[in-house]
């Protein structure tokens, strides 16, 4: 057998470990979220209160409290990892992440907007405020970052995306200073929460998630291309206008719908295809499907901990996914670095 294909079925052989145990992680922590909070519950109560339920508290709590928390943060860990994974892929950035578009700041602006102008005060405004913010801030950095001859280079959609959401930043902060009892209540959701968003809300949303999860699916072979850099790319049948408005469309659904939802969680895009890069190599396929599987464990495990080491309150999500990113994601950029000398 030649060198190459003893390691290409160690690469395989790797990769579909990471895969189990990132399915692993995943299940445990789907029983942490369900089992832990204020009040913990055995695993049979919450076994009970997800397949029989009745009157009884823990089946109350179960039912309404964590189940559409734990739904929601599975939701928002594929968003917000998938639009990392593709954002870095589409920019050839590791250090990119969904707000590098601009997404984020476009849909906390609508959402200033609509809390000022139009008196929304409840998580189901906030979302299509939230969505179409996301939407348009996206399409007007592709379309600055598209100006000029050819199409839009990574090095440009970068930084419109920046100043874009440098601009917008700015202009949310001010609002809210400037009558800070007005805008109280989007406090909780510009750190991040899984909390306060009802099922019915993720219902609505997933429709569009969906298809910028199947978009990011389609265009996950031609970003491979895309890596190499455009010209080669292009010499190799790949179609990198194309891929790369896909990427941007796949961005805007995913992280803008998650935002909308959640507001913007930390880290999650930027570190969760980081380590599953180091773990399974550069094959884009393989990065967006572990990525959406490896996000929501992150998302359920600082949800767990907030509701843990601040009992009987609680620390929102956004605030523990980059007290957990940031320094894992120190560790693996050194032990990358020392690797590589």
């Known amino acids: 057998m030649r060198p190459s294909s003893v390691l290409g079925l160690r690469l395989t052989a790797l990769r579909g470990l990471a895969l189990a145990a990132i399915v692993v992680a995943l299940i445990a922590s789907v029983l942490l979220s369900l089992s832990f909070g204020a009040n913990p519950l055995p695993l049979d109560a919450v076994w009970s209160g997800v397949w029989h339920p009745d009157q009884s508290e823990a089946s109350v709590i179960v039912r309404t409290l964590r189940v ?23 920019t050839r950035n590791p250090l990119a992440d969904p707000g590098i578009l601009g997404v984020n700041a476009g849909a906390g602006f609508a959402v200033t907007v609509g809390v000022g102008l139009f008196g929304v005060s409840a998580i189901s405004g906030y979302v299509w405020f939230a969505f179409i913010g996301a939407m348009l801030a996206a399409v007007l950095v592709y379309v600055v970052g598209s100006a000029g001859r050819g199409a839009a280079s990574p090095v440009q959609l970068v930084l419109a995306g920046v100043a874009l959401a440098a601009v917008l930043g700015g202009f949310s902060s001010f609002l809210t200073l400037i009558d800070e009892k007005t805008f109280t209540a989007i406090r909780t959701w510009g750190l991040g929460s899984i909390v306060h968003t009802s099922l019915d809300d993720a219902v609505a949303m997933l429709p569009f998630l969906a298809v910028g999860l199947l978009l990011a699916v389609s265009i996950a072979g031609s970003l491979n ?20 408005i896909l990427g941007v469309v796949a961005v805007t659904l995913l992280a803008g719908g998650a935002t909308a939802l959640t507001g913007g969680i930390a880290f999650v895009g930027l570190m969760v295809p980081h380590v599953v890069r180091w773990l399974t190599g550069p094959d884009q396929r393989w990065i967006i499907a572990c990525t959406a599987l490896a996000s929501p464990v992150l998302v359920l495990v600082a949800d767990v901990l907030g ?11 956004g605030i523990l996914t980059a007290v957990i990113g940031a320094p894992l994601l120190i560790a693996l950029v050194r032990r990358q670095r020392a690797s590589g000398l």
Do not use: C, K
């Open 68 to 90: 559409p928390r734990t739904v929601v943060g599975i939701i928002a860990g594929i968003a917000f990892g998938v639009a990392g994974a593709l954002i870095q892929a589409i």
């Open 225 to 244: 291309a895309v890596a190499l850099g455009d010209d080669l790319a292009t010499s190799l049948g790949a179609r990198v206008a194309r891929t790369r």
């Open 307 to 317: 509701r843990v080491i601040a009992r009987p309150g609680e620390i929102e999500v």
